[in-house]
């Protein structure tokens, strides 16, 4: 189980960070990630990360942008996002990846919501 949390309603150039708490044990996943839907929009693999060494894939659009990060000890992906534009607004899902790559993902969680307008 995934669940993700942390969407809200930011101004452009503004932060936020998305958090997705998996259940069970870091050695249950191969990687955790995020994609996100923007509405009328096709899916978008945006960054995932290995629960073992960190390796990390981040999509062109966000690269410099987000940052991804992992807490094994609280079995957590993070999901940094600065200077947010008004394109990443969409619905963030959790999802367990089973490679690293955009759209290596098999299950995830309920969304959260980023909308980023002025």
């Known amino acids: 189980q995934l669940q993700a949390s942390g969407g809200g309603l930011v101004q452009p150039g503004g932060s936020l960070r998305l958090s997705c708490a998996a259940s069970?044990?870091?050695?249950?996943?191969?990687?955790i990630g995020w994609f996100r839907q923007a509405p009328g929009k096709d899916r978008e693999g945006v960054s995932c990360?290995?629960?073992?060494?960190?390796?990390?894939y981040y999509t062109d659009s966000v690269k410099g942008r987000f940052t991804i990060s992992k807490d094994n000890a609280k079995n957590t992906v993070y999901l940094q996002m600065n200077s947010l534009k008004i394109e990443d607004t969409a619905v963030y899902y959790c999802?367990?990846?089973?490679?690293?790559?955009?759209?290596?993902?098999?299950?995830w969680g309920q969304g959260t919501l980023v909308t980023v307008s002025s």
């Open positions: 999802a367990n990846f089973h490679d690293l790559g955009p759209d290596q993902y098999d299950y």
């Open positions: 069970g044990t870091p050695s249950d996943y191969y990687a």
């Open positions: 990360i290995t629960m073992s060494d960190g390796a990390v």
